[in-house]
C-alpha cells in the first residue's frame, strides 16, 4: 500500500478543473497573518496565544498512536505529537505499525493492547475498523473542528453510515507528472496540458535523445494511480464511483478505453525506460532517482506520482522548483483528473485524551507543524499556505484545496484490500501484467473482472 496515500463526493466539473489548473499554473503570494506560533504556558490545556484549538489539561494521561509511517515522515509526525504533549501534560508514545495495518491491529486488539489512535490509509479499512467494532465515533470537539477546517468531501470519506469515525491528517495530491527541467529545455519541451500534447512533448523529449517516461512497475500500487486519472478524467466521475464500488465490471467499455490510453505510453517500448521488462524491475524510489540523476542523459524525463515525489527527489541533487519541476496530470478528456489519496485518525481506545488528540490532528495548529517540515500535504482549508517549505509545494497544496469536494479518493483505497492494495495480487498483479503485455487489453479487462468479483463478492 501507498501509506502516503487514497472521494466518492463531489461532482469534477469544469470550474473545479480550472480551478485547478489556476492553482498549480499561478505564482503564489506568501499568505499574510499568524503562522500559528504558539505561546509558552506550559501548564497543559486551554487555548494559547496564536493557536486555534481549545485542549484540555491531561496531565498522567498516556496514550498510544500506530501509523505505518517511516523515516522522516515518522520524525515529523513525532514533532506534532510532541506539541500535543507540550500543551496537554499528556505522554504519547508512537506505535510503528506494519502494512496492511489492519492486520497489524487486529493482531493487537486480539492480545488486549490496541493502540488508542491509529492512522488508517483507507476508507476501506476505516470500514473494517467500524464493521468489526474496534473504531469508535468522534466526539462533538472533533466532528466540529473537522466542520470548521475541511470541505464536505473530506469529512465525508472519514464517515461510515453517516457517522464520523476518521479525521483526514495527511493527503496526497496524486494528479502530479514530475519532469527534469534541463531535459525538457534541451528538448525544447513544454508542460503539456492534454493526453494529446503530453504525447507530442514525450516524442519531442525522445527525438532530443532523452527516453521520455520513467514506470514503477515493479510497485504494482503507481499502475493503479495511472489508471485511476486517465479513467477519471476520460471515463468522468460518475463512471469512476461506480467502478469504485464494482457497481459496473472491469469488462465494462470505459474500461477498455482507458486502458487503450495508457497502452500509448506502456506499449510504446522507447517512451519507457528499460521498456516494459526494465519497469517491471523497477521500483517507485528508483523510478524518481533515474529522472534526476545523470545530468542531461537521465534514463527518463518525466515520472508520474504524487506530491510525495519530493520525498525520493531529495535523494538526489537535484533541487525541487529548478532542476525538478511538476505540472498537474494532463485532461484525457474534458477536464484533469484530481485523484487524492489520505490518512485519517481514527480512535480505538475511547478516552478524553484519544478524542482530544484526534481534535488537535484536525486544527490547522498541528498540520502547520508538520507542513513546515517537508514532505507533507494537509487537506486541511485553514493551514496557511505560506507553512509549505517551497513554492512546488505551496501550488500542490493550493492545488488540492481549491478542488474543494470536486475530486475522487484513490480507487484501490477504496476496494477490498484483496483487490486493491495487496502486492502480487488483483488489481496490482493485473496491471503488472498488462504493463508487460500492453495488446492484451480483453485479457486485462478479463482477469481484473475476475479477481474483482472475488474480493467484492460477485
Not at 498549480?24 to 490545556?45: E, I, Q, R
Not at 486551554?46 to 494521561?61: D, F, H, Q, R, Y
Not at 485532461?331 to 481514527?346: C, E, I, L
Request: with cysteine; proline share 6%; aromatic share 8%.
Amino acid at each position: 500500500m501507498h501509506s502516503t496515500s487514497r472521494n466518492r463526493s463531489g461532482r469534477a466539473t469544469r470550474t473545479a478543473a480550472a480551478l485547478l489548473l489556476g492553482a498549480l499554473t499561478l505564482s503564489l503570494t506568501a499568505c499574510g497573518g499568524d503562522d500559528n506560533d504558539k505561546g509558552k504556558d506550559d501548564t497543559g490545556g486551554g487555548k494559547e496565544t496564536g493557536s486555534t484549538v481549545t485542549l484540555p489539561k491531561l496531565n498522567g494521561a498516556s496514550l498510544e498512536v500506530a501509523a505505518v509511517w517511516t523515516g522522516g515522515e515518522q520524525k515529523n509526525f513525532k514533532k506534532v505529537l510532541a506539541e500535543f504533549e507540550r500543551r496537554t501534560g499528556a505522554k504519547v508514545t508512537f506505535v510503528p505499525a506494519q502494512d496492511p495495518i489492519i492486520n497489524f491491529l487486529g493482531s493487537k486488539i486480539a492480545g488486549g493492547q490496541p493502540p488508542d489512535v491509529a492512522l488508517l490509509p483507507q476508507p476501506g479499512a476505516i470500514k473494517q475498523a467500524v464493521d468489526k467494532g474496534w473504531a469508535k465515533p468522534l466526539g462533538a470537539e472533533a466532528v466540529a473542528e473537522l466542520k470548521k477546517n475541511y470541505a464536505q468531501g473530506w469529512q465525508d470519506i472519514g464517515k461510515v453510515d453517516g457517522k464520523q469515525y476518521g479525521a483526514y491528517y495527511k493527503a496526497a495530491n496524486k494528479s502530479l507528472i514530475w519532469y527534469n527541467a534541463k531535459v525538457f529545455e534541451n528538448a525544447g519541451a513544454s508542460e503539456p496540458k492534454t493526453w494529446k500534447e503530453l504525447l507530442s512533448t514525450a516524442q519531442t523529449v525522445y527525438d532530443s535523445g532523452v527516453t521520455p517516461f520513467s514506470v514503477a512497475g515493479a510497485d504494482g500500487w503507481p499502475l493503479t494511480d495511472w489508471f485511476e486519472n486517465v479513467y477519471l478524467s476520460q471515463a468522468g466521475p460518475e463512471k469512476y464511483d461506480q467502478l469504485a464500488q464494482h457497481k459496473i465490471k472491469w469488462t465494462d467499455p470505459s474500461v477498455k478505453e482507458a486502458l487503450t490510453t495508457l497502452a500509448q505510453i506502456w506499449g510504446k517500448k522507447d517512451y519507457v525506460a528499460g521498456g516494459s521488462s526494465g519497469a517491471l524491475q523497477t521500483e517507485f524510489p528508483a523510478s524518481v532517482t533515474q529522472t534526476f540523476t545523470g545530468g542531461t542523459q537521465p534514463k527518463a524525463s518525466m515520472v508520474y506520482e504524487g506530491d510525495f515525489v519530493q520525498v525520493n527527489i531529495q535523494e538526489t541533487k537535484a533541487q525541487v522548483g529548478t532542476d525538478a519541476k511538476v505540472f498537474p496530470f494532463p485532461a484525457v478528456g474534458d477536464t484533469p483528473p484530481v485523484v487524492s489519496g489520505g490518512d485519517a485518525a481514527v480512535i480505538l481506545k475511547d478516552s478524553k485524551a484519544a478524542q482530544a488528540l484526534v481534535t488537535f490532528l484536525a486544527s490547522p495548529d498541528a498540520a502547520t507543524i508538520q507542513a513546515k517540515l517537508g514532505g507533507y500535504l494537509s487537506p486541511n482549508k485553514n493551514v496557511p499556505n505560506s507553512a509549505y517549505p517551497n513554492p512546488v509545494q505551496q501550488k500542490i497544496a493550493k492545488a488540492l484545496v481549491a478542488a474543494g469536494d470536486d475530486f475522487r479518493f484513490d480507487m484501490s483505497d477504496q476496494a477490498p484490500q484483496s483487490f486493491g492494495g495487496t502486492p502480487g495480487k488483483g488489481e496490482w498483479k493485473d496491471l503488472q501484467d498488462f504493463l508487460k503485455n500492453p495488446k492484451d487489453v480483453a485479457g486485462a479487462q478479463a482477469k481484473l473482472e475476475a479477481d474483482a468479483a472475488k474480493a467484492y463478492g460477485g
